[in-house]
């Protein structure tokens, strides 16, 4: 069944509050092979001007799927999980990710579109302090294959 264009502009309620510890930074940095001391040396990170450890920019994929989670999860969307594959991801970083912050993330359903039986599900997770202070926006488009009615097209 496709999906119910009428849930774009939808916004969810915030994720789960998610601290940011600097083994979590090292993990992922190490998962990546990326050896800047940026993610791993405190002292590196404020002789660079940051207060702390801050971590790489795909880091926020972190936050951007427990956005998703809301979306995922909405059984009214009828999204069906097993058929999806991640078709693009972007980020629009306004600050590094840091050790110590304390994120959550607020998704959005950009847009719904249908392509050769496909359905196109854009989600944009806006991902900031608990203080309100934007972090990242991480937009993600998740392809449900072959759930989209035969001849559609947006």
Sequence with gaps: MPL?????GREYPPSSPYEVGREKIREFADAIKDDSP???DTEAAKAAGYQDVIAPPTFAMRLSVLAQEAVVGDEQLGLDYSRVVHGH???R???PIRAGDVL???AHVDDIKARAGNDFLTVRAEIGTVEGEPVCTATSTLVAR???EEGEQS
């Design 4 to 8: 119910d264009e009428g849930f774009i």
């Design 38 to 40: 940026l993610y791993r």
């Design 104 to 106: 959550v993330a607020v």
């Design 93 to 95: 970083h306004h600050r």
């Design 89 to 91: 991801q972007a980020f």
């Design 146 to 148: 072959g759930t989209a």
